[in-house]
C-alpha cells in the first residue's frame, strides 16, 4: 500500500506553495497523466498530493499586457492545441501539443504537470526552448521566471527547487513568424524517437531543438546563427552536425543511439522545410 | 469458381448471413462479464510473486512475515505442489508454477490469497526466496552448444505424447523429407539461400489473464478463467496438481480474446490450489506487466532456406532449418514447430524438400501458441526468398507464384489430398484490386511506393469436437459443443449452422456455455479449428436430430420417413404436402410425454487425416499425426516508405482468403482485418526485447502496437467460397490466415519501393533506414 | 498560514457518477477506476493496462472522455462521471450501438465500453466527422481484434443515421 497521507485541494498558488513548502513529501497533482500511472505502477510511493485543481490562476490561456503569451500551468493539452490566438512562431508549442500521446490523454494531461517530469521524449521541453519559452515558477520565496532551456537539466531533472511549482509558461509576443513541431515515433501517440522543434521568426531568424536525443532538448547559437542566414541543403546539414555533436541519445527499444544520430540531420531538414512552408502559406 | 451450388440461407440469419454476434446487446451496454468483473460470495483476492531471477534452485521459502500482514488467509509455493506432476501440452515439463527451480524472470513462485488485492500484493513483498543462482541461457543456438547450463535436468523423464528427441535443452525435433533436396540442387538453374530473423510477439489482448476459483463442501472446485478451452484448463489444472478431472468444473466468462495467449494454463492452477488452501473462492488478475512477462509469447525464430528453380521459375528443391526459442517450458512449441515445417514451402509443388528444425529451452517465459502457430515465421522466410528468385530471373513475383501454385487436385506438401483449392481466384483478385505491379501515384517526393505479395495457406482441421442438439419441450433447440468463444464469433457461427441445418431461425437456437461437466470435449479454440471441427460436429448432431424429427413424423403422419422434409420455421411436412405437417414442438412433446423420449443428437469425432502419406514424405518427430484442410490467401500491400527517416506507412492492403464458405460474411472479413493489423505491428513496430534475462519493455508504454492512426487508407478483405466437401456447408478456416504473409508482403513491398531486402523482423524504421544508407554506399542487400 | 487540511488516508469520497450522487469509501491511491468497477459495481470500464494507454477504462467526465485509471477518486469529488452503463439513454450511444452491432465492430468487446464513449463523445462534438477526424478521435483506444476498419465504418454509419434527411456529407 502506498503511504500517502493525505491529500491537499488548495485554492490558491501561495497555498499550495506553502503546503509544498511545508511537507518534504509531497507532491504537486495536475492532470495525473503521469502521475497517477507512476503511482498505479508503484514507481512512486508519495507521502501526501496537492491536487492544483482548483487553482484558477494556473489555467487558461491569455495574452498579457507586455504581449506575452500566458499559458497556466494547468491548461490541458487539449486546450494548448486547439488555442486560437494568434502565435506566429510560439505556435510550434500548439503544434508539439498537438502531439502528445492521443485525445483522451490531453484532455488530461497539462503542460506544467508534464515539463515537471521532464522526461526527455515529451514534445514540449524542444517546442519550449525553440520558442523561446520561459518557465514561471513559485514557491513561498515568490515568483522567479527561467528561459525554458534552463529549465530543463538532466534526465527527468528540471530546475525546480524542493517547494517550487511551475506556475506558467510564458510564449513570447507573437511575431509573424511560423514555427513547427516534427515528431518521428514508432507509432502514433508514442514518445518521441527524435523530433525537431522549428521556429521561423519575422524577421526571418530561425530557432531550432532536438528532442529525445539526449538528457535535455539540444540547442546551438551557432546553428540558429547559421541557418538564419542560410537555409540551403548544404547549410542545414552544417547546422545538424553541430546539434549532432551535442547530442547524447540512449540506445531503448525506440531507436539506437546511432539511429537517432542519423534522424537529427534528416529532421531537422524536414523541419526546416516545413516551417518555411508553413510560413510562406500564412503569409 | 465454387463447387457444387449451396442452398440459399432458409431462415432469418442462417448460414451465409452477417447477423450480430449473439452478445451483441451485453457487450455493447457494457454488461457483458469477463474474469475480472465476476464475483463471488466470500471471495479472497489473490497475487503472484514473480522470480527475479532466470535460472536458480530454490532453497526454501520464509513465510512468516507474510503471513503475519492481517488479511492474508492463504500462501502456495512450490512446497504445496505435489512431487511428479507436471502438465504439458507436447511434453509434461511443467509444474503448476514453479516447484524446486525458477527458470525465467518473471516466473510465478508463489501466490497470496487475502482480502484485498492490495494486502495480497503487499504480502507477496514479504515472501523471501531462498534461491541458489545457476548460469542462465539466454539464446537458443547457446542453450544447445556442449556445456550449455541444463534447464530441464529430467527432461529424457518426461513423458511425450510423440517421439519428440528430447535431450539436454533440445526440448524437441522434427524432419520431413519428401524427394532429395540433396541431389536436387544439381538439377537447378538458381538456388538462393538466406538467414532470417524473427521476433518475439506478445499477444496484447486488451483482457490480461486471470481466474476464480471456488470450493464446494464436498472439495469439488469450479473454475472460471480467461480461457481459450475449459477442456485443457482442466487437463492442465488435474495434471499439475494430481487431482482426478471429476474435482475440476471449469466454466467461461466472456473472454477479451487470446490469439493463443490463453490456450495453455496461466495462473489457473495457483489459483485453484489457493481456494482448496483458503477453502474460499479466490479470483486472481494479473497486472497487464505480470501478463508481459509471466505467460507466453510467440516463438522468436532463425530461419535459413535455400531455394531451388529452374530458369523458367518451376520450383524444384527447398531446405529449410528453423530454430525456435522454445522458452522455459515446452507448451506448444513442439507444435508450432512441426506445423511451420508442414507449412514452410507455402501453397506451392515442390517435389524434394529438407525441412527440419528444434526448439531450444532458454532461460525466458515459455513461447507458444500466437495466431499463425510459426506460420508468420516461416512464411517471412519463404514469400521473401521467393521474389528475390523472382527478381533474379526477372520474372514478374505474381507470375512466378502462378507458375509454382497448387492446382486441380496437387495434395499439400507431405501428401494429403486438397479437395478445394480457391487460390488462383483469390491471386486473381488481388493482383487486378491492387493496380499490380504499379503502386498508386506517388506521395511527397521523399517517399517511395511499392507493392508486395505473399501466398499463404493455414489448416483448418485438428484433433476433436462434439456436439449434443437438444429439442426443448416447446419445440426450441440447445446447442452445446463445448467450444470458447474468445470474441471471433463462434457462438454465433456455430448457432448458425445447427439453425441452418434445422431450417430454424437463429433465434430458436440456443447455445450453451462450454462447461466441462455438461458440454462434449472440444480440444480448443485455437488453430483455426472451430468452424470446420466443431461445425462438423453440429452438422452432424443436427442431423441426428432431424432423423429422429423425421422418425416422430413419420409415425405421427403415418408416412415413411424418405417423404418427409423439413420446412422453415421449425415443421415436418410430407414433400409437397405443406398442409401434412407437424411442429417441432408437437414432435417434441410426443417424444417428452408419449413415445421414444427427449430427442438428443449427438456427434463426436476426432480429425483423422493423416498429414503424411509415406510414400510422399518421410517424417521424425511429427507432433501432429492428424491435421489438414488447407484454407488459402493471397495478399497484396501497398506500403510507402519514408525515405529520410526509414518509417514504412501500408497505405492499401488487398487480401483475399479462400475459406471454402463464409459462413458469417461480416465476422469473417473482421478475422481477415484484424489478423492484417496485428501482422501489421508484427511486421514493424512490435518487438519484445530483453535487457539481459529481464523483459525491457513489459508495458503498452514501451510495447506498441497498431492504433487508428495507423491503420491503412484502406484493406480490402475478400472472401472466396471453393466448397470444401468435408466442410460443414463447405465451409474452412478463417481465423489465422489473414496474418500469416503480412511480415513477408511488406517486406517484399519494401523491396519493390525501395531496393532493401530485410532479413529480420521486425523491419523498423532504423533497419530500413540502415539497409537504405547501405544500398547508397552499394552494399547490396542487408 | 492555515491551509486546507487533507482528505484522511481511508476516507469516504462523494461522487457523482450516472447521474446520481454516491459515498463509496475509497483510499487515498484507489482510481477512479477501481472505486467504479470494486465499489459501484459499473464493470463496463475495464481495466487493460492501468497505465492510461489502451482506453478500455475510458469514461466521460465533465463531457469529455479520460482515462478512469489515471483519475484518483478523492479528486473526483466535483466531477460528473458517466460511464457506459449511463450513457444508454443517450441518442449518439444508440445510434453507435446499432450501427457497431450491424457491422460488426467489435469482436471480444473488451475495448469496446471505452471505445464506445470516446465515439460518442466525437459525435456529440462534430455531429459529421470525416474518416480523419474519426480516427484521430479514437487513437487513444486500442483495439487487437478488429482492426479498427468496421469500427470506423461503424462510426460513419451512426453519424449519418443521427443527422437530419439528407445532410449527410
Known amino acids: 500500500m502506498t503511504t500517502l497521507q493525505g491529500l491537499y485541494r488548495p485554492k490558491t498558488v501561495d497555498e499550495a506553495t506553502a503546503l509544498l513548502a511545508q511537507d518534504a513529501e509531497a507532491k504537486p497533482l495536475a492532470g495525473g497523466a503521469t502521475l497517477v500511472a507512476m503511482l498505479n505502477a508503484r514507481v512512486i510511493e508519495p507521502a501526501a498530493l496537492v491536487s492544483l485543481a482548483d487553482i484558477d490562476e494556473i489555467k487558461g490561456i491569455t495574452v498579457q499586457d507586455d504581449g506575452r503569451v500566458r499559458i497556466g500551468a494547468f491548461t490541458r493539452h487539449r486546450e494548448t492545441a486547439a488555442c486560437t490566438l494568434p502565435l506566429g512562431s510560439a505556435a510550434v508549442v500548439a503544434h508539439a501539443a498537438s502531439q502528445i500521446a492521443n485525445a483522451t490523454v490531453r484532455n488530461m494531461g497539462t503542460i506544467g504537470g508534464s515539463i515537471s517530469f521532464a522526461d526527455p521524449g515529451l514534445d514540449y521541453p524542444p517546442a519550449l526552448v525553440a520558442a523561446g519559452a520561459v518557465i514561471e515558477i513559485a514557491s513561498v520565496q515568490g515568483r522567479r521566471t527561467l528561459p525554458a532551456a534552463e529549465f530543463f537539466v538532466d534526465w527527468y531533472l528540471t530546475a525546480l527547487e524542493p517547494g517550487e511549482l511551475v506556475t506558467?509558461?510564458?510564449?513570447?509576443?507573437?511575431?509573424?513568424?511560423?514555427?513547427?513541431?516534427?515528431?518521428?515515433?514508432?507509432?502514433?501517440?508514442?514518445?518521441?524517437?527524435?523530433?525537431?522543434?522549428?521556429?521561423?521568426?519575422?524577421?526571418?531568424?530561425?530557432?531550432?531543438?532536438?528532442?529525445?536525443?539526449?538528457?535535455?532538448?539540444?540547442?546551438?547559437?551557432?546553428?540558429?546563427?547559421?541557418?538564419?542566414?542560410?537555409?540551403?541543403?548544404?547549410?542545414?546539414?552544417?547546422?545538424?552536425?553541430?546539434?549532432?555533436?551535442?547530442?547524447?541519445?540512449?540506445?531503448?527499444?525506440?531507436g539506437s543511439a546511432d539511429y537517432r544520430l542519423l534522424l537529427i540531420p534528416r529532421l531537422l531538414l524536414r523541419a526546416v522545410r516545413a516551417v518555411e512552408t508553413a510560413h510562406r502559406s500564412a503569409a | 469458381m465454387s463447387g457444387a451450388v449451396i442452398e440459399a440461407a432458409a431462415c432469418a440469419g442462417g448460414v451465409g448471413q452477417g447477423i450480430p454476434q449473439l452478445e451483441a446487446n451485453e457487450k455493447l451496454t457494457g454488461s457483458a462479464q469477463y474474469i475480472a468483473d465476476m464475483a463471488r460470495p466470500g471471495m479472497l483476492h489473490g497475487a503472484i510473486l514473480q522470480s527475479h531471477l532466470p535460472?536458480?534452485?530454490?532453497?526454501?521459502?520464509?513465510?512468516?512475515?507474510?503471513?503475519?500482514?492481517?488479511?492474508?488467509?492463504?500462501?502456495?509455493?512450490?512446497?504445496?505442489?505435489?512431487?511428479?506432476?507436471?502438465?504439458?501440452?507436447?511434453i509434461k515439463d511443467e509444474p503448476a508454477f514453479a516447484k524446486g527451480k525458477v527458470r525465467y524472470v518473471g516466473e510465478i513462485v508463489a501466490a497470496v490469497a487475502a482480502d484485498t488485492e492490495a494486502i495480497a500484493r503487499q504480502a507477496t513483498r514479504l515472501i523471501r526466496v531462498d534461491y541458489e543462482e545457476l548460469p542462465a541461457v539466454l539464446d537458443p543456438a547457446e542453450s544447445l552448444a556442449p556445456g550449455a547450463a541444463v534447464i530441464h535436468e529430467e527432461a529424457s523423464s518426461y513423458v511425450k505424447v510423440f517421439d519428440a528427441g528430447t535431450e539436454g535443452n533440445l526440448c524437441s525435433r522434427t524432419s520431413f523429407r519428401a524427394g532429395d533436396a540433396d541431389k536436387a540442387w544439381a538439377e537447378c538453374d538458381l538456388v538462393v539461400e538466406g538467414s532470417y530473423q524473427t521476433q518475439a510477439q506478445a499477444h496484447l489482448s486488451l483482457e490480461p489473464c486471470g481466474a476464480l476459483a471456488e470450493i464446494d463442501a464436498t472439495?469439488?472446485?469450479?473454475?472460471?478463467?480467461?480461457?481459450?478451452?475449459?477442456?485443457?484448463?482442466?487437463?492442465?489444472?488435474?495434471?499439475?496438481?494430481?487431482?482426478?478431472?471429476?474435482?475440476?468444473?471449469?466454466?467461461?466468462?466472456?473472454?477479451?480474446?487470446?490469439?493463443?495467449?490463453?490456450?495453455?494454463?496461466?495462473?489457473?492452477?495457483?489459483?485453484?490450489?489457493?481456494?482448496?488452501?483458503?477453502r474460499k473462492p479466490v479470483k486472481l488478475i494479473l497486472s497487464r506487466e505480470e501478463d508481459f512477462e509471466s505467460v507466453r509469447a510467440r516463438h522468436p525464430a532463425t530461419i535459413r532456406m535455400k531455394t531451388g528453380v529452374k530458369r523458367d521459375g518451376t520450383i524444384v528443391?527447398?531446405?529449410?532449418?528453423?530454430?525456435?526459442?522454445?522458452?522455459?517450458?515446452?507448451?506448444?512449441?513442439?507444435?508450432?514447430?512441426?506445423?511451420?515445417?508442414?507449412?514452410?514451402?507455402?501453397p506451392y509443388r515442390i517435389p524434394n524438400v529438407h525441412a527440419h528444425g528444434r526448439v531450444a529451452y532458454t532461460n525466458k517465459l515459455r513461447f507458444g501458441a500466437f495466431r499463425g502457430f510459426g506460420v508468420p515465421q516461416v512464411t517471412f522466410a519463404s514469400?521473401?526468398?521467393?521474389?528475390?528468385?523472382?527478381?533474379?530471373?526477372?520474372?514478374?513475383?505474381?507470375?512466378?507464384?502462378?507458375?509454382?501454385?497448387?492446382?486441380?487436385?496437387?495434395?499439400?506438401?507431405?501428401?494429403?489430398?486438397?479437395?478445394?483449392?480457391?487460390?488462383?481466384?483469390?491471386?486473381?483478385?488481388?493482383?487486378k484490386a491492387s493496380g499490380w505491379p504499379q503502386p498508386s501515384a506517388q506521395g511527397a517526393s521523399d517517399r517511395q511506393r511499392g507493392l508486395g505479395v505473399a501466398l499463404t495457406a493455414h489448416i483448418s482441421g485438428l484433433l476433436a469436437s462434439g456436439a449434443i442438439v437438444r429439442v426443448l419441450e416447446d419445440g426450441t433447440v440447445l446447442l452445446n459443443t463445448g467450444a470458447v468463444d474468445i470474441g471471433q464469433g463462434s457462438n454465433t457461427v456455430l448457432t448458425q449452422m445447427c439453425a441452418e441445418a434445422l431450417k430454424l431461425p437463429v433465434d430458436r437456437v440456443a447455445i450453451a456455455s462450454p462447461d466441462t461437466d455438461g458440454s462434449p470435449y472440444n480440444w480448443g479454440t485455437t488453430a483455426s479449428r472451430v468452424t470446420y471441427v466443431a461445425g462438423r460436429s453440429v452438422v452432424g448432431a443436427a442431423a441426428e436430430v432431424e432423423g429422429k424429427l423425421k422418425q416422430h413424423a413419420s409415425e405421427m403422419l403415418e408416412c415413411s420417413v424418405e417423404d418427409l422434409e423439413l420446412l422453415a420455421g421449425g415443421r415436418v411436412a410430407i414433400k409437397g404436402v405443406a398442409q401434412r405437417?407437424?411442429?417441432?414442438?408437437?414432435?417434441?412433446?410426443?417424444?417428452?410425454?408419449?413415445?421414444?423420449?427427449?430427442?438428443?443428437?449427438?456427434?463426436?469425432?476426432?480429425?483423422?487425416?493423416?498429414?503424411?502419406?509415406?510414400?510422399?514424405?518421410?517424417?521424425?518427430?511429427?507432433?501432429?499425426?492428424?491435421?489438414?484442410?488447407?484454407s488459402f490467401n493471397a495478399l497484396v500491400v501497398e506500403v510507402e516508405v519514408d525515405e529520410l527517416t526509414g518509417k514504412v506507412r501500408i497505405v492499401n492492403a488487398w487480401s483475399a482468403c479462400d475459406i471454402g464458405r463464409a459462413i458469417n460474411p461480416t465476422m469473417a472479413t473482421g478475422q481477415i482485418e484484424g489478423a492484417f493489423v496485428q501482422g501489421m505491428g508484427y511486421a514493424l513496430t512490435e518487438e519484445m526485447v530483453w535487457d539481459g534475462a529481464r523483459l525491457a519493455n513489459p508495458s503498452l508504454m514501451d510495447y506498441k502496437i497498431p492504433t487508428f492512426a495507423e491503420l491503412p487508407d484502406s484493406i480490402h478483405a475478400y472472401l472466396v467460397e471453393s466448397n470444401e466437401p468435408s466442410g460443414p456447408f463447405g465451409a474452412k478456416s478463417v481465423g489465422e490466415i489473414g496474418i500469416n504473409g503480412v511480415a513477408a508482403a511488406i517486406a517484399n513491398g519494401i523491396a519493390q519501393a525501395t531496393g532493401v531486402r530485410l532479413h529480420q523482423l521486425p523491419l523498423s524504421a532504423e533497419r530500413v533506414l540502415n539497409g537504405l544508407l547501405a544500398k547508397d554506399d552499394g552494399e547490396g542487400a542487408a | 498560514m492555515s491551509h486546507p487540511s487533507p482528505v484522511s488516508l481511508q476516507g469516504v469520497v462523494t461522487l457523482h457518477v450516472n447521474g446520481e450522487g454516491a459515498q463509496v469509501g475509497a483510499a487515498l491511491h484507489d482510481t477512479l477506476l477501481t472505486v467504479l468497477r470494486d465499489r459501484l459495481q459499473l464493470t463496463a470500464a475495464k481495466r487493460g493496462c492501468n497505465q492510461g494507454v489502451c482506453g478500455a477504462c475510458t469514461v466521460s467526465v465533465d463531457g469529455m472522455p479520460m482515462r478512469a485509471c489515471l483519475s484518483l477518486a478523492h479528486n473526483c469529488e466535483s466531477v460528473e462521471v458517466r460511464t457506459l452503463e449511463g450513457l444508454l439513454d443517450c441518442p449518439h450511444l444508440q445510434a453507435l450501438q446499432a450501427a457497431f452491432a450491424s457491422s460488426g465492430a467489435f469482436q471480444c468487446g473488451f475495448c469496446t465500453p471505452g471505445m464506445l464513449v470516446s465515439a460518442r463523445s466525437l459525435l456529440q462534438r462534430d455531429p459529421d466527422p470525416d474518416e480523419r477526424a474519426i480516427r484521430s478521435a479514437l487513437s487513444g483506444n486500442l483495439c487487437r481484434c478488429t482492426g479498427y476498419v468496421k469500427i470506423v465504418q461503424a462510426v460513419q454509419a451512426a453519424a449519418r443515421s443521427l443527422l437530419p434527411e439528407g445532410a449527410a456529407s
Not at chain 2, 482442466?234 to 490456450?263: D, H, Y
Not at chain 2, 527478381?391 to 505474381?398: T, V
Not at chain 2, 501428401?415 to 487460390?423: D, K, T
Request: charged content about 20%.
Open chain 2, 581 to 630: 405437417s407437424v411442429s417441432f414442438a408437437e414432435i417434441s412433446g410426443r417424444a417428452h410425454w408419449a413415445a421414444g423420449g427427449p430427442i438428443i443428437g449427438t456427434h463426436s469425432w476426432v480429425f483423422d487425416q493423416k498429414t503424411v502419406d509415406p510414400k510422399r514424405a518421410v517424417v521424425e518427430g511429427l507432433p501432429f499425426p492428424q491435421i489438414g484442410i488447407y
Open chain 2, 219 to 278: 472439495g469439488r472446485v469450479t473454475l472460471w478463467s480467461a480461457n481459450q478451452s475449459v477442456f485443457r484448463v482442466q487437463a492442465s489444472v488435474c495434471e499439475s496438481l494430481g487431482l482426478p478431472m471429476t474435482r475440476l468444473r471449469c466454466l467461461t466468462p466472456r473472454i477479451g480474446a487470446g490469439f493463443g495467449n490463453k490456450m495453455e494454463a496461466h495462473v489457473q492452477p495457483a489459483v485453484v490450489l489457493l481456494a482448496m488452501k483458503a
Open chain 2, 317 to 346: 528443391a527447398r531446405e529449410t532449418e528453423l530454430l525456435l526459442d522454445g522458452g522455459a517450458y515446452g507448451d506448444d512449441s513442439p507444435g508450432v514447430l512441426g506445423y511451420a515445417l508442414l507449412m514452410n514451402c507455402g
Open chain 1, 168 to 254: 506558467a509558461v510564458l510564449l513570447p509576443a507573437a511575431d509573424r513568424g511560423a514555427g513547427v513541431y516534427i515528431k518521428h515515433a514508432r507509432v502514433a501517440g508514442d514518445y518521441a524517437t527524435a523530433s525537431v522543434a522549428a521556429c521561423l521568426h519575422a524577421d526571418a531568424r530561425m530557432s531550432v531543438a532536438v528532442g529525445a536525443c539526449g538528457p535535455t532538448p539540444l540547442a546551438d547559437p551557432e546553428a540558429d546563427a547559421l541557418l538564419s542566414t542560410d537555409r540551403s541543403d548544404a547549410a542545414i546539414a552544417r547546422a545538424a552536425q553541430w546539434l549532432v555533436a551535442r547530442a547524447d541519445p540512449l540506445d531503448d527499444v525506440r
Open chain 2, 55 to 90: 535460472h536458480a534452485r530454490i532453497r526454501g521459502y520464509e513465510l512468516s512475515q507474510a503471513l503475519a500482514l492481517p488479511g492474508v488467509r492463504a500462501i502456495v509455493t512450490g512446497d504445496d505442489l505435489p512431487d511428479g506432476h507436471r502438465m504439458g501440452a507436447f
Open chain 2, 383 to 431: 514469400e521473401t526468398q521467393l521474389d528475390e528468385i523472382a527478381h533474379q530471373l526477372g520474372m514478374d513475383p505474381i507470375a512466378l507464384r502462378r507458375r509454382n501454385m497448387l492446382a486441380g487436385s496437387d495434395p499439400w506438401f507431405g501428401g494429403q489430398p486438397i479437395l478445394s483449392n480457391g487460390l488462383a481466384q483469390c491471386v486473381d483478385i488481388v493482383e
